[in-house]
């Protein structure tokens, strides 16, 4: 079964950090592309973070410098992080993982992150 679970999120004030995770049950993961997306209230769903399947990185300039992401490969399950230090008013958001290379995979309920400065 293809599934994609956020959690991690919360309240958080600025200057903080944050680790969001996903686990993204299925085979069609562990060789693809993954990425973190955030969605803005009334906006499409954004990409900010992004690693190749041989671990190669790549982030929007809001994010660079503040935030790591970083797979670990288990059997039919790939395990996203976003480490999220020095966190902003402006990173309030729902936070999506996904992988880029195959749109039709649903996307999962995200997780939430809500700067309470």
């Known amino acids: 079964q293809v599934q994609l679970v956020e959690s991690g999120g919360g309240l958080v004030h600025a200057g903080e950090s944050l680790r969001l995770s996903c686990a993204a049950s299925g085979s069609v993961f562990s060789g693809n592309d993954m990425g973190w997306y955030l969605q803005l209230p009334g906006k499409r769903r954004e990409l900010v973070a992004l690693i190749t399947s041989a671990g190669r990185t790549n982030y929007v300039y809001s994010v660079k410098g503040r935030c790591t992401i970083y797979r670990d490969n288990a059997e039919n399950t790939v395990y996203l992080h976003l480490q999220m230090n020095s966190l902003k008013p402006e990173d309030t958001a729902v936070y999506y993982c996904?992988?880029?290379?195959?749109?039709?995979?649903?996307w999962g309920p995200g997780t939430q992150v809500t700067d309470s400065s």
């Open positions: 996904r992988t880029p290379e195959v749109p039709e995979v649903p």
